[in-house]
C-alpha cells in the first residue's frame, strides 16, 4: 500500500501502496464540495389559485335515511408508508443541499481511496485475530509517534531527540498539501498498528544468523554519507532547478523555494546520514550520493516517475568499532526493527491482494474494477 503510507514522500499512487522515494502513495481525500443539483426551493403550499377554478364547490350531503357505510381508506393508502424525508445538510440561498447529494458525489469523487484503505484495516484485523493478536489504544499512539519521527527525520535520526512542535507542524503540513483529513490521518494509525503487530509476530519467528547482524553491523557502522536534495515531477522542471542554482548557488534556499516534497523542502532538501547498504534509500540515490566530493553536485537522478538532483554535505568515516565489540543486542533490535518495517509494507500488499471483497455500490464496484482489475 502506499507510503509506508503514509506516503511520507511525496510520490504518485499507482496502486495501494506508496514509497518514500517516488514509488506507489496513501489512499482518497474528502475534498470541498462546492455547489450540487438542487430542487424546487419554494413547493406549493397548497391548492393552486387557478385550480380552484376548475374545481367545483364542494356541496351539502343529501340527507339519507340508510346510514353511509364507514368510510375505508383504498388498501393501496392503507397499506403504503409515507416516504421518509431526506435530510438537509445545508441551505444555500434558500436552496436545500441533501445528504444524499452530497453522499453521492463523496463516493464518487473520493470514496474509492477510502475504501482502500477500510479494506486493508478490515483485513489486518482479521489476519491478526486469527493469530490471536490485539491491538491497544497506546500501540495506535505509538504508530503516530513513529509517523512523526519519520516526517520529521525522513532519514532515521537515530538517538536524535523527537523535535515535537516541528514534527506537527510539518504532519500539519503534510496533510494540508495532501487534503487528508484528521479522520483518515487517525484511520490509517490504526491500520499501521495492526499491521505492524503481525509483521512483529512474524519477525519474532525469523532465526538471526551471524551472517544476517554483519550486514546489519555495516548498515550501522560502515561510512556514511549527508546530502541534500531536490526532487521533482518533469525535465523541464528539473531545468528550471539547475537554472536557479547557477544563479543563485545556494542549494539549499533552492530546495526550499523549488523541491515538490514539502517534507525535505522545510529543511533545504537535507537529509540524514547513510550508509552505502541503508536498504531505505534507493539503490540509484545511494549510487550517485557515494560517487561524489563534499560540495559536489550529482547529475539528475531519475527515481521511477520523479528526478533527483543531490549534492553532497559530507562524508563520515566508517566507525573504529569492530564487529567484535558491538553490543548484539542493540544490534539485533536495529535488525528486527528493519526486518519489521519491511514486512510492513510488503504485508499490505499481501492482505489488501487477498481480501475477499463484495462491493454493493455501483459506482464503487465500477472504480474498484477498473483500478485494480478485479
Same mark, same amino acid.
Request: some cysteine.
Given at each position: 500500500?502506499?507510503?509506508? @503510507?503514509?506516503?511520507?514522500?511525496?510520490?504518485?499512487?499507482?496502486?495501494?501502496?506508496?514509497?518514500?522515494?517516488?514509488?506507489?502513495?496513501?489512499?482518497?481525500?474528502?475534498? &470541498?464540495?462546492?455547489?450540487?443539483?438542487?430542487?424546487?426551493?419554494?413547493?406549493?403550499?397548497?391548492?393552486?389559485?387557478?385550480?380552484?377554478?376548475?374545481?367545483?364547490? @364542494?356541496?351539502?350531503?343529501?340527507?339519507?335515511?340508510?346510514?353511509?357505510?364507514?368510510?375505508?381508506?383504498?388498501?393501496?393508502?392503507?397499506?403504503?408508508?409515507? %416516504?421518509?424525508?431526506?435530510?438537509?445538510?445545508?441551505?444555500?440561498?434558500?436552496?436545500?443541499?441533501?445528504?444524499?447529494?452530497?453522499? +453521492?458525489?463523496?463516493?464518487?469523487?473520493?470514496?474509492?481511496?477510502?475504501?482502500? #484503505?477500510?479494506?486493508?484495516? &478490515?483485513?489486518?484485523?482479521?489476519?491478526?485475530?486469527?493469530?490471536?493478536?490485539?491491538?491497544?489504544?497506546?500501540?495506535?499512539?505509538?504508530?503516530? %509517534? +513513529?509517523?512523526?519521527?519519520?516526517?520529521?527525520?525522513?532519514?532515521?535520526?537515530?538517538?536524535?531527540?523527537?523535535?515535537?512542535?516541528?514534527?506537527?507542524?510539518?504532519?500539519?503540513?503534510?496533510?494540508?498539501?495532501?487534503?487528508?483529513?484528521?479522520?483518515?490521518?487517525?484511520?490509517?494509525?490504526?491500520?499501521?498498528?495492526?499491521?505492524?503487530?503481525?509483521?512483529? @509476530?512474524?519477525?519474532e519467528q525469523i532465526v538471526?544468523?551471524?551472517?544476517?547482524? $554483519?550486514?546489519?553491523?555495516?548498515?550501522?557502522?560502515?561510512?556514511?554519507?549527508?546530502?541534500?536534495?531536490?526532487?521533482?515531477?518533469?525535465? @523541464?522542471?528539473?531545468?528550471?532547478?539547475?537554472?536557479? =542554482?547557477?544563479?543563485?548557488?545556494d542549494f539549499a534556499a533552492?530546495? $526550499? %523555494?523549488?523541491?515538490?516534497?514539502?517534507?525535505?523542502?522545510?529543511?533545504?532538501?537535507?537529509? %540524514?546520514?547513510?550508509?552505502?547498504?541503508?536498504?531505505?534509500?534507493?539503490?540509484?540515490?545511494?549510487?550517485?550520493?557515494?560517487?561524489?566530493?563534499?560540495?559536489?553536485?550529482?547529475? &539528475?537522478?531519475?527515481?521511477?516517475?520523479?528526478?533527483?538532483? =543531490?549534492?553532497?554535505?559530507r562524508r563520515f568515516p566508517?566507525?573504529?568499532?569492530?564487529?567484535?565489540?558491538?553490543?548484539?543486542?542493540?544490534?539485533?533490535?536495529?535488525?528486527?526493527?528493519?526486518?519489521?518495517?519491511?514486512? #510492513?509494507?510488503? =504485508?499490505?500488499?499481501? =492482505?489488501?491482494?487477498?481480501?475477499?471483497?463484495?462491493?454493493?455500490?455501483?459506482?464503487?464496484?465500477?472504480?474498484?474494477?477498473?483500478?485494480?482489475?478485479?
Open positions: 500500500m502506499c507510503l509506508y @503510507a503514509m506516503d511520507l514522500w511525496i510520490t504518485p499512487i499507482r496502486s495501494m501502496r506508496s514509497r518514500r522515494w517516488g514509488g506507489a502513495a496513501l489512499a482518497g481525500l474528502l475534498l &470541498t464540495v462546492v455547489g450540487a443539483a438542487c430542487t424546487d426551493p419554494n413547493p406549493p403550499l397548497g391548492t393552486p389559485v387557478e385550480q380552484a377554478w376548475e374545481s367545483p364547490a @364542494a356541496r351539502e350531503p343529501a340527507v339519507s335515511a340508510v346510514p353511509p357505510e364507514p368510510a375505508t381508506a383504498p388498501e393501496d393508502e392503507a397499506t403504503t408508508p409515507a %416516504e421518509p424525508v431526506e435530510p438537509v445538510m445545508a441551505v444555500v440561498n434558500g436552496r436545500p443541499l441533501s445528504r444524499n447529494q452530497l453522499v +453521492d458525489l463523496l463516493i464518487e469523487s473520493h470514496g474509492l481511496g477510502l475504501l482502500e #484503505q477500510m479494506i486493508l484495516l &478490515t483485513a489486518a484485523k482479521g489476519r491478526a485475530t486469527e493469530m490471536g493478536l490485539n491491538v491497544t489504544p497506546a500501540d495506535v499512539k505509538a504508530a503516530h %509517534e +513513529d509517523a512523526l519521527r519519520r516526517i520529521s527525520q525522513p532519514m532515521g535520526g537515530e538517538g536524535v531527540p523527537l523535535d515535537r512542535p516541528v514534527a506537527e507542524r510539518l504532519l500539519r503540513e503534510f496533510l494540508q498539501a495532501k487534503n487528508i483529513s484528521q479522520a483518515e490521518w487517525n484511520l490509517r494509525m490504526e491500520q499501521q498498528a495492526w499491521v505492524r503487530k503481525i509483521a512483529e @509476530a512474524e519477525v538471526i544468523n551471524e551472517r544476517m547482524l $554483519r550486514e546489519e553491523y555495516g548498515r550501522a557502522y560502515g561510512e556514511r554519507v549527508q546530502i541534500r536534495h531536490i526532487q521533482v515531477s518533469s525535465l @523541464a522542471a528539473v531545468e528550471r532547478v539547475r537554472s536557479a =542554482l547557477q544563479r543563485k548557488g533552492v530546495a $526550499r %523555494e523549488m523541491s515538490e516534497n514539502q517534507i525535505t523542502a522545510a529543511n533545504g532538501g537535507l537529509l %540524514e546520514p547513510f550508509t552505502y547498504n541503508e536498504s531505505d534509500v534507493p539503490p540509484l540515490i545511494r549510487e550517485a550520493a557515494f560517487r561524489m566530493k563534499p560540495g559536489e553536485i550529482s547529475p &539528475t537522478v531519475q527515481q521511477e516517475n520523479w528526478y533527483h538532483i =543531490l549534492k553532497c554535505e566508517a566507525s573504529g568499532v569492530s564487529f567484535e565489540n558491538v553490543d548484539r543486542e542493540v544490534l539485533k533490535s536495529r535488525l528486527k526493527d528493519r526486518l519489521i518495517r519491511q514486512r #510492513q509494507e510488503t =504485508l499490505e500488499e499481501e =492482505l489488501f491482494r487477498s481480501a475477499n471483497v463484495d462491493i454493493r455500490n455501483g459506482t464503487l464496484r465500477k472504480q474498484f474494477k477498473e483500478k485494480h482489475q478485479r
